[in-house]
Nanobody, 116 residues
Framework: QVQLVESGGGLVQPGGSLRLSCVGSGFIFSNYVMSWYRQAPGKERELVARILSPGGLTDYPDSVKGRFTISRDNAKNTVYLQMNSLKPEDTAVYYC?????????WGQGTQVTVSS
């Protein structure tokens, strides 16, 4: 079955950077759209980045465009989220998602806290 394991979260000061990683197993990684979502306390889960395969076309909401970069290494079954110029409002649990058609699977999430 599909398994996704995120890592790289932590505490960072405003203006800092973090890189999240998500390793997939149990499926043909290169055939899936990979996405990062986040969910802050009391808020709905929201998309922060998506990358297609093949081709690597990416998509971001305005709230993170220019600060976050998603990438993937299909040879390593890994998707990354480079987050720069972090703001307190980026604080959330970040989830990795693998999608193919109408089927999606989630990782367990990794906490990102942006605070001084």
């Amino acid at each position: 079955q599909v398994q996704l394991v995120e890592s790289g979260g932590g505490l960072v000061q405003p203006g800092g950077s973090l890189r999240l990683s998500c390793v997939g197993s149990g499926f043909i990684f290169s055939n899936y759209v990979m996405s990062w979502y986040r969910q802050a306390p009391g808020k709905e889960r929201e998309l922060v980045a998506r990358i297609l395969s093949p081709g690597g076309l990416t998509d971001y909401p305005d709230s993170v465009k220019g600060r976050f970069t998603i990438s993937r290494d299909n040879a390593k079954n890994t998707v990354y989220l480079q987050m720069n110029s972090l703001k307190p409002e980026d604080t959330a649990v970040y989830y990795c998602k693998a999608s193919r058609g109408n089927v999606g699977s989630w990782g367990q999430g990794t906490q990102v806290t942006v605070s001084s």
